[in-house]
């Protein structure tokens, strides 16, 4: 299978591309800059030749900017443009492509658990309606820019990804100093959910779902257990043997972080992988306290 990815020098893009390159599978990277071999270039916001894609079985599109900053209206609406446009210029393209020639019969399109928006303790799945806030509201653009290729005939799935547990890079980066240190504490009520997956199995579902021609549509990528905040706070002080003894107040949250720090930190939701589960996918990682003990070995 040819794959081309944007976002490849990512977390989850280079974490793929090995992947995909362990299982005897083509990656390609879609890049802005001049492109060295096997390399393709894009502009996000310029029209794509549909005459690029062809030969590739799948495209994967993570690309897309960073979401952690100062949530100025400047910053969302950059955020949100990275997004919807990229997507727009990948699908229109991808829709093009395979009118014409049948491929790429897949688009595989990021976007994240952000879409349910603060829910408390409801139970989530794929086919729980849109939440309210900023990410909801980029969560919904974003997967309804992948709409041309779906019209198509592309088999499109928009990937609602969780928190990542990953060693150098993600959400747990910024954490795992202060835990080390002996900082770390539930942040504010700690009753909030926080829908979780591991590296391994945020790369093992794509890769299932490239081959998995019965997936479409929005799929939940975060493992079987959501847990709450406090509990994930004392599994990770477990895990590193330290005291999870200083809470950040939800004040401090808001004062420090702003809206970012309230979407990201303080809301809530419980997020299940219903179409994984029912597609068979097997989790590498199911339990927090093992997927924490093998991030940290990475």
Known sequence: MRVLISGASGLLGSALTRALQAASHKPVALVRRAPGA???QWDPNEPLDPAKLAGFDAIVHLAGKNIAGRWTEQFKREV???RVRGTLTLATAAAESYRQGGQPRIFLSASGAGYYGNRGDEVLTEDSPLGQGFLAEVCKQWEAATAAASQAGVRVVNLRTGVVLARDGGA?????LPFKLGLGGRVGSGQQYWSWISLDDEI???????????LR?????????????????RALGKVLHRPTIFPLPEWVVKTLLGEMGGELLLTSARVLPAK??????RFMRPDLSEALRAMLRE
């Open 38 to 40: 096997d390399e393709v």
């Open 80 to 82: 949100l443009e990275s």
């Open 172 to 176: 747990l980066k910024p954490m795992l």
């Open 204 to 214: 093992g579902a794509m890769m299932f779902l490239l081959q998995n021609d019965s």
């Open 217 to 233: 549509g929005p799929v939940n990528a975060v493992g079987p257990t959501p847990v709450r905040n406090a509990e994930f706070v």
């Open 276 to 281: 994984l589960n029912a597609a068979g996918y």
